[in-house]
């Protein structure tokens, strides 16, 4: 069917969607990871040369000839340290079950935007927080950022339910979190290096302002379905509603919460998407510490290193996620083994590569790190894998089930660090780290083996539109050969039942 580009700049409406995801979700990540790079300036380890180097590696990289111009505002150790990194999450994982019921209730534009814009106020206001409120009100601040933005990727499935068409679904759900990765690079590089020159207290006006600038942009490029963008083609409009068909937008509120409760299917997704999320977090929140603490890289550097696991997965996800979509099109592999594949792909790989890490010596910190971008290139594999699977088993209740599926998985968010932070408070040492990433690698297996064992590609019973249908016995006669139906009962002299 023909599709006119007439929306903006020529795209489909549905790619300017997706380009609206990727930059949203590349801002949801510079609000939500500012700090973990951040923390590194903002935390005072004066005289506490012995609990920031293990000895393992002390004197390397530079960081130990810096360590005078290191005098950050706040006194907090390993343990208040990762309290702070996990707040967000607690917040996170409370807001994650109502953002698909809210998306087919109010609308996701309005949902999408509302959050990103409390998430860039509250980030406005983190400095100030800090400084003149203290540690908890710093905390609550992080927590209720988690809480505002906790609805974006239920949502974000929710909508794709309504936009993307079957055979482009792996690409287009894979474009707008491939800018998550994109995000945490921006924001690794930038913040170690502004927070080095001007003060990390800039990060955070920087990365607020970006988000209320983008929040601009929502409100007049994003619409919550084909059938309410007023500048979407009719080819378009028709290719979408007739590949999806129109359950997807039915607003039943009869969610099946027993069916989802009891398909062994979607608990597959759970633990998968909890052990992944579980490797995820510790790097993302603890891998800046883990460079400054053990392999002792200084903060500009820090930065730097911290982004390149992101830009790996970042390939990684898009270009799993196109040649998913590859196969399925030209029948290479069916959708089961694509998506067992890559499922398998995205969880046993990050196993074996974090645990040769933790066994990795002083003098091959470069190894250390090639092993962690390596493990991290594979996990993107897992999402084109299974974390697209929620809207491939039911459309019309993707983000519900994807906002249970993540306030599970969200909980490794402040629990990681937290685990984290009790195992390395002692004295930092590579041992300790070992521990980290073993216990990274075991969820990591374990979740790949539940997934791969449960996955389902096909619409479950329970999920799809229940169509009513009218029967009654006593209106049931016997035609005539010669009587003409027409469509018409009242020609036999019945009345309609649709209007008894």
Excluded at 120 to 149: D, H, K, Y
Excluded at 195 to 223: I, K
Excluded at 418 to 437: H, K, M, P
Excluded at 493 to 498: E, V
Aim: with cysteine; aromatic share 14%; net charge neutral.
């Amino acid at each position: 069917m023909s599709q006119s580009k007439s929306v903006c700049f020529r795209m489909l409406a549905r790619h300017v969607l997706a380009a609206m995801m990727f930059s949203g979700m590349f801002v949801l990540y510079c609000l939500r990871n500012n700090l973990s790079v951040t923390i590194v300036a903002m935390v005072n380890t004066t005289g506490k040369e012995a609990d920031r180097y293990s000895g393992d590696c002390q004197g390397k990289n530079g960081s130990e000839l810096e360590l005078v111009d290191e005098l950050g505002e706040f006194y907090w150790d390993s343990q208040r340290q990762g309290l702070l990194l996990g707040a967000y999450y607690y917040g996170y994982a409370v807001s994650q079950i109502f953002g698909g019921w809210l998306e087919k209730y109010v609308g996701g534009k309005i949902v999408f935007g509302g959050s990103m814009f409390l998430g860039s106020v509250l980030t406005l206001v983190s400095p100030i927080t800090a400084r003149e409120a203290g540690f908890w009100a710093f905390f609550a601040v992080r927590l209720f950022l988690g809480l505002f933005q906790g609805v974006i990727f239920p949502v974000h499935h929710q909508m794709w339910g309504k936009w993307a068409p079957p055979m482009e679904r792996t690409t287009l759900i894979s474009i707008g979190p491939s800018g998550c990765n994109v995000g945490t690079i921006f924001i690794s590089v930038v913040s170690g290096v502004m927070a080095a020159n001007v003060g990390w207290d800039t990060v955070f006006y920087m990365t607020g302002a970006l988000g209320l600038v983008w929040v601009l942009v929502w409100m007049f490029l994003g619409y919550d379905s084909p059938n309410k963008h007023p500048r979407i083609s009719d080819g378009e409009k028709k290719y979408i509603i007739q590949e999806i068909g129109p359950s997807s937008e039915d607003k039943d509120p009869q969610v099946p919460w027993k069916s989802i409760f009891t398909s062994l299917p979607i608990w597959g997704l759970v633990i998968a998407h909890f052990c992944s999320n579980w490797g995820f977090y510790t790097l993302l929140t603890s891998f800046p510490t883990y460079l400054d603490q053990v392999l002792g890289f200084d903060i500009k550097a820090n930065g730097f290193i911290s982004a390149l696991p992101q830009l790996l997965q970042w390939v990684s996800v898009l270009s799993c996620g196109y040649l998913a979509d590859v196969l399925r099109r030209r029948k290479i592999m069916s959708t089961l083994a694509v998506r067992r594949t890559l499922s398998a792909f995205g969880m046993y790989f990050p196993a074996a590569f974090l645990l040769g890490a933790g066994f990795v010596g002083c003098g091959k910190e470069a190894l250390a790190i090639a092993l962690i971008s390596i493990a991290t290139f594979f996990g993107g594999a897992g999402f084109p894998g299974f974390k697209v699977n929620h809207v491939e088993i039911a459309p019309r209740f993707g983000g519900i089930i994807y906002g249970f599926s993540n306030m599970v998985a969200s909980i490794p968010g402040f629990a990681a660090p937290y685990v984290v932070g009790a195992l390395t408070n002692e004295a930092n040492t590579r041992s300790e780290w070992l521990i980290v990433f073993a216990i990274c690698a075991a969820l990591y297996f374990i979740g790949g083996t539940a997934v791969v064992l449960t996955i389902r590609v096909d619409e479950q019973e329970w999920a799809k539109t229940k169509t009513k249908t009218f029967e009654d016995k006593e209106l049931q006669v016997e035609i005539p050969d010669d009587v003409e139906m027409k469509g018409d009962m009242n020609k036999l002299g019945h009345d309609n039942p649709a209007q008894q």
